[in-house]
């Protein structure tokens, strides 16, 4: 059984940046691949981002390509998203989760935090 807590959000303007964290308890998160999803109101979760258990391989959804960085830290159970330049429309509540598998599909992650509220004003 995996735990996981989101931190890190918070009301910015557009054009700033966040870091969230996301703190993993339980075996085997070096195992597993992470991902981040969001949810804004009104909208259907979507998939912004993962990584592999060892971190080598990322992938981003096009939304956030080249202003989000996904990473982790497997010594601290830790997983990251550092987002540069936001706008408007990445404001969201923001979830990380855990797969055994490597997937987008949030059907295909078995465990899941509760979330971070991320606020960007224009």
């Known amino acids: 059984h995996v735990q996981l807590v989101e931190s890190g959000g918070g009301m910015v303007q557009a054009g700033d940046s966040l870091r969230l964290s996301c703190a993993a308890s339980?075996?085997?998160?070096?195992?597993?691949?992470m991902g981040w999803f969001r949810h804004a109101a009104g909208m259907e979760r979507e998939f912004v981002a993962r990584?592999?258990?060892?971190?080598?391989?990322?992938d981003y959804a096009d939304s956030v390509k080249c202003r989000f960085t996904i990473s982790r830290d497997n010594t601290q159970n830790m997983v990251y998203l550092q987002m540069n330049s936001l706008k408007p429309e990445d404001t969201a509540v923001y979830h990380c989760?855990?797969?055994?598998?490597?997937?987008?599909?949030?059907?295909?992650?078995?465990?899941w935090g509760q979330g971070t509220q991320v606020t960007v004003s224009s």
């Open positions: 339980g075996r085997d998160f070096s195992n597993s691949a």
């Open positions: 989760a855990a797969t055994y598998a490597w997937t987008v599909l949030a059907t295909g992650y078995n465990y």
């Open positions: 990584i592999s258990g060892s971190g080598r391989r990322v």
